[in-house]
């Protein structure tokens, strides 16, 4: 798909050039997976359906967070659920990409499983496979329409995925050292009490050698309990970033924003990731990598 022609803004010039949404092979399978979703989820719907069905979906989060079960209503017909996948599922894995970019993997440290924690379409959790050379992922949500796609999601991108059909926090699994665990954008949906079990559970499952990546939005409003969990997660190694990368969109989501009245040319997220290591010291000379090591014969690693 090419990037769409959009005439800069205020925020998009203050912010810097605006970037490639991708490049290399990663876009090329990011593209295959979009228009695959495309393909599948809007056939017999006229374009405005899937326009109404994105702004219905960001009228949800605006409007009714807080009083409705906001994963049911997602996805509760076929205009929102064609918006879920082709839209806001897209921009999730972009945004989650280019957020993780902040994150040196080497400082993470090298992960046996990732554990995608309330995966929904299984975006994030991919962004973050590719980002830290994870090729094996297990799938946590509630939601059956979810993990089905979350299954496509990972396959789309080469990888390994077993899901699991599961609420949090019941559902979460016994940590384990090796373990990188990622909520993108799924701790907002809970309710407080759920999310205080959450973050205990966060807080042992680093103490016993897993490390955590979270995303959410930037929007205070939207989390605000951020602070508190970054007073509690800082202190053991949990870095905090914000991200604003201007981009130029693919032509179909590109497309969806105009009609929406929506407006993702800065793709924006808050992190919470770690516990890191020490920086590597660059004035040291590095020993060449190994093409396994750089995953360039699986061709599964982020250009």
Known sequence: M?????????RV????????????????????WLAGAVDRHTAGLAFREVRKGAQALSWLYVERRGEVDLAAHTIDGRGKRAALCTYYAPLHFLTAH?????????????????????????AAGAAAA???????????????????????????????ARTVRGRLPAALPRAEAGDLWVLGWSANE?????????????????????????????????????PAWRDVLTPLGVIEHECKVPVALPEWIARLDKASGLDHRVLGARLLAGPLGPAPDRSAPSAPR??????????????
Do not use: C, N
């Not at 902040?102 to 440290?109: H, M, N, S, T, Y």
């Not at 205080?196 to 990546?213: K, M």
């Not at 093409?291 to 250009?303: D, Q, V």
């Open 2 to 10: 090419s990037a769409a022609r959009t005439k800069p803004h205020r």
């Open 13 to 32: 010039r203050k912010l810097g050039p605006t970037q490639p949404y991708l490049t290399g092979g990663l876009r090329d399978a990011f593209d295959a």
């Open 98 to 122: 280019h957020a993780l970019a902040a994150v040196d993997p080497a400082r993470l440290g090298a992960a046996r499983r990732l554990v995608d924690l309330g995966a929904g379409t299984g």
């Open 130 to 160: 590719r980002a830290f050379g994870v090729a094996d992922a297990t799938a946590i949500d509630r939601s059956g329409f979810a993990l089905a796609e979350a299954r496509r999601t990972y396959a789309a991108f080469g990888l390994l």
């Open 190 to 226: 809970m309710t407080a009490r759920d999310r205080d079990e959450l973050l205990e559970r966060l807080v042992r499952a680093i103490g016993f050698g897993a490390r955590v990546v979270l995303l959410e939005p930037l929007a205070g409003a939207a989390v605000p309990w951020w």
């Open 290 to 303: 190994s093409p396994l090591a750089s995953g360039s014969l699986r061709g599964k690693r982020r250009s």
